[in-house]
Nanobody, 132 residues
């Protein structure tokens, strides 16, 4: 049975850091694209970062580029999201999701796809609150 479990969320001051982890069971992470998404109150869930399946290519939306780093630990079957220089607007519930054989790209094969369609498995989410 496939499970994804996020951890590492919490309350942090602006400018601080958090490291989220997504642990998988029931499948191997290197067979899937793993995306990190977030959903703020009243807003749609949006993709913010992704690591592709076999090649492990990484993608970020502009709002987190340079501040967040996604990494994959195949041996531990875990994908991490290191979040630095956090801002109040980063406050949201963060989810990881897996797309079997995915590459993080849209139908053109050229653009990072930030939507939720096509992701087969989701974690339960972890709350990140950035506030002084």
């Amino acid at each position: 049975q496939v499970h994804l479990v996020e951890s590492g969320g919490g309350l942090v001051q602006p400018g601080g850091s958090l490291r989220l982890s997504c642990s998988a069971s029931g499948f191997s992470l290197d067979s899937s694209a793993i995306g990190w998404f977030r959903q703020a109150p009243g807003k749609e869930r949006e993709g913010i970062s992704c690591v592709s399946n076999s090649e492990g290519r990484t993608y970020y939306v502009d709002s987190v580029k340079g501040r967040f780093t996604i990494s994959r630990d195949i041996a531990k079957n875990t994908v991490n999201l290191q979040m630095n220089s956090l801002k109040p607007e980063d406050t949201a519930v963060y989810y990881c999701a897996a797309e079997v054989s995915g590459d993080c790209l849209d139908y053109t094969g050229e653009v990072y796809y930030t939507g939720t369609y096509g992701y087969d498995h989701w974690g339960q989410g972890t709350q990140v609150t950035v506030s002084s």
